[in-house]
């Protein structure tokens, strides 16, 4: 380890590890220390970690340590330093939902049985971390579960699609009507606002029918020569005929309806004889009261099975090119990217991410695009971000001289921000690129899941999960993070608790990434489930000593909200047993905690991190620290980074090490304590995904002991 102060940075180096121990690796020969190193010798005075805690005092109490499941089976420093200090093994990934099964629900157990195989070997058991979780699943292959289930279409079957409407219970009436002369004073055409519909009335029959003549309908967008229905609900203040044409004034289909008394939908089949148009009636010659309450114009066709929905149209304006540019920057001219080729190896953007955000599903792409000539070789390529891990689609373009609409077919696709690139490559063919339209492909010959039908799939989904898992440790591993992190650590039960995590409590991208089983299980249902497969298929796959199962959370020493965290786990387990069938054996709390340099701060901290053991102790469950960590906050409330730390400071963090040790002892009654796992071996690289660059482990980067570890020794000793 590097110290900016007293420590030299020559400790790194591997001639000097006599300052302190690398732990199996015993010294070839020695080199004077400066004073500093060697105030780090009384480290090796220490025996290994494991030695510390009393079998007599705790006989089933684990010292356990977190690491990457490969690094042990390689059986390096990594091994030799966990078979020497430790009983137990928790893998940081390996056993993880989507560390086991891909994208198509696929089950992969390879890595958990070298495992526990290796486990075997070493005499460590395994703490199995986790069954179930909302983190690190498989989103895309749990969601494609409990998608709209697709109907059965017959194909001769037909359905009236509606091209035009008017409903005037709530529309006005202001079209063409005429009333002859004859009848100007007995006649009269109007809306019955208390009736919500059109009403013609006339006293005296006209000598012709067309001497009372209006429109009901008009901007009609019917085409010449297709078939259409015109529908219309009528009733009479006696029996009556309507006598109605449908089309323009140069040429209408014409046809009548025989009404009566009672509100009745009436239907004309026609073929229109010619385009738009309005629906004229006449009523000339019928006494009484005539009301309409709609006019409806529809076309029969078989159920579509698939629509187009447009999630994307992009235009151009003159000017320099847009975009990023790719060593290539074609201007926009007449609102087209103007491509000239030039013999070179080209490619441009057509469509940036930030502009065409896509939901999971498939697409299809139009170009409008103009080519001097036919081009071969032109190819598509539509990415989500950049890499081996991104998503990306590459499609040949099939362009010929003219303008032309190209089409192309995007499936299974995750959804994110996809860029569109066009890639002409070398093909000897000016382009122009008018516009880009992108539109989803939905199926409407489907319908939702119910919640039930949802439950019992993902249910289904849950069992073949923990049953694969069982198999492949084979009765080995006897504890379990059964359910891990399902408090949400906001929100009000009813009860006056935090809710449980889900997809409507949290931001959009992690709602999206991540997938909450207890949003479709059910917030008790989801651990009795849970807890209940575990158990049947432990037993059925070689289990045979007890099974401990524990719930595992974070922040349950939280100072900011006076433990309600740890409160409201143990208020949530007390639901889940209330059946009386669900046994929760045990709480593992993370401690993923920092040392502060601000002294009011840090015994804040250590006050609830008592606070949080009596709370568990109270419990009655088996208590494990789970994930046991640290960093380092300055006064300035700054992380500090493991090659900026002082001497000073790694010593309060031994002490604060020792605190919360010696305070699980202290307050966790004997046959509760389960067992402490620290977290970090060694200090984090600056490019880890867990509090990269901080000083988290007990051991350095070259794996000598720290003050730390002194720390964690003396609270296992009660010193």
């Not at 591997?14 to 009384?42: Q, R, W």
């Not at 390879?110 to 989103?139: C, M």
């Not at 148009?277 to 019928?286: C, D, K, L, P, R």
């Not at 201007?331 to 190896?345: K, L, N, R, S, T």
Request: proline fraction near 4%.
């Amino acid at each position: 380890m590097k110290y900016t102060k007293n420590i030299l940075g020559t400790m790194l180096l591997t001639a000097v590890v006599t300052a302190s121990c690398v732990d199996d690796k015993p010294l070839a020969f020695e080199v004077e220390k400066p004073a500093s190193i060697a105030g780090m010798e009384y480290l090796n005075d220490y025996d290994v970690l494991k030695s510390y805690v009393s079998s007599s005092a705790n006989p089933d109490f684990k010292l356990g340590i977190a690491l990457a499941a490969s690094d042990y089976i390689a059986g390096g420093q990594v091994t030799q330093l966990a078979n020497s200090n430790f009983v137990e093994m928790t893998a940081g990934n390996a056993m993880k939902y989507a560390s086991c099964v891909n994208d198509a629900g696929e089950m992969n157990f390879d890595a958990v049985e070298n495992f526990v195989t290796a486990a075997k070997a070493g005499g460590l058991t395994i703490y199995g971390h986790t069954l179930a979780w909302h983190s690190q699943q498989r989103p895309k292959y749990l969601n494609s579960l409990i998608k709209d289930k697709e109907m059965d279409i017959d194909p001769d079957e037909k359905l009236d699609i509606e091209d035009y409407v008017i409903d005037y219970s709530t529309s006005g009436y202001d079209f063409w009507n005429e009333v002859n002369a004859e009848v100007s004073e007995t006649a009269s055409i109007g809306k019955n606002e208390a009736e919500g519909c059109l009403e013609i009335n006339n006293s005296v029959a006209a000598s012709q029918n067309y001497y009372i003549q209006y429109h009901v309908a008009d901007n009609l967008p019917t085409e010449t020569g297709k078939e259409y229905k015109l529908k219309m609900m009528i009733k009479g203040s006696a029996e009556g005929k309507l006598s109605v044409g449908v089309g323009p004034w140069s040429g209408r289909a014409e046809g009548s309806f025989m009404f009566d008394t009672e509100w009745k939908e009436y239907e004309l089949p026609f073929k229109a004889v010619a385009n738009g148009g309005h629906v004229m009636a006449q009523s000339g010659t019928f006494v009484g009261t005539i009301q309409i309450k709609y006019v409806k114009i529809t076309h029969s066709e078989t159920p579509a099975v698939e629509v187009e929905q447009e999630v994307t149209f992009k235009t151009y304006q003159d000017g320099p090119f847009p975009f990023y540019p790719m060593g290539c920057e074609p201007p926009i001219i007449d609102g087209c990217i103007h491509f000239v080729p030039d013999g070179e190896w080209r490619q441009f953007f057509i469509l940036p991410g930030g502009e065409n955000k896509l939901e999971e599903g498939n697409y299809v792409m139009y170009l409008d695009i103009k080519s001097d000539k036919d081009a071969s070789n032109v190819v598509l390529a539509m990415q989500n971000g950049w890499g081996e891990e991104h998503q990306k689609f590459e499609v040949p373009v099939p362009i010929k001289a003219g303008d032309q609409i190209i089409k192309l077919s995007f499936s299974n696709v995750d959804g994110g921000d996809y860029d569109v690139i066009l890639k002409p490559q070398t093909a000897d063919a000016t382009l122009d690129i008018k516009s880009v339209q992108v539109c989803k492909v939905v199926k409407m010959n489907s319908i939702p899941l119910t919640p039930q039908e949802k439950k019992e799939v993902l249910t289904a989904a849950m069992n073949n999960w923990i049953e694969g898992m069982m198999k492949a440790t084979d009765g080995y591993v006897t504890t379990w993070d059964v359910v891990n992190e399902a408090i949400s650590g906001g929100g009000d039960d009813g009860e006056g608790f935090y809710t449980l995590q889900s997809a409507s409590n949290v931001s959009a991208d992690d709602a999206k990434n991540n997938f909450y089983w207890q949003d479709y299980l059910g917030n008790e249902d989801y651990v009795r489930i849970v807890v209940a497969a575990a158990r049947k298929y432990y037993a059925e796959n070689g289990g045979t000593a007890p099974l401990k199962l524990f719930i595992n959370d974070y922040n349950l020493e939280s100072d900011w909200d006076n433990n309600k965290k740890v409160k409201s786990l143990v208020h949530w387990i007390k639901k889940w047993e209330a059946d009386n069938v669900t046994k929760i054996d045990g709480i593992g709390t993370q401690m993923h905690v920092s040392c502060y340099a601000n002294e009011v701060t840090q015994k804040s901290k250590e006050e609830h991190v008592v606070k949080m053991f009596e709370i568990l102790a109270e419990s009655g469950k088996l208590v494990k620290i789970s994930e046991l960590d640290m960093g380092y906050v300055d006064e300035n409330g700054n992380n500090v980074k493991t090659e900026n730390m002082t001497e000073a400071q790694h010593k309060a963090m031994a002490e604060y090490y020792k605190f919360i040790v010696k305070k699980y002892f202290e307050i966790i009654p004997a046959p509760q304590q389960y067992g402490i796992t620290q977290w970090c071996i060694t200090d984090a690289p600056s490019d880890s995904g867990w509090r990269g660059g901080e000083p988290v482990g007990l051991w350095d980067s070259n794996y000598n002991r720290k003050h730390t570890y002194a720390g964690f020794a003396d609270g296992l000793a009660g010193k």
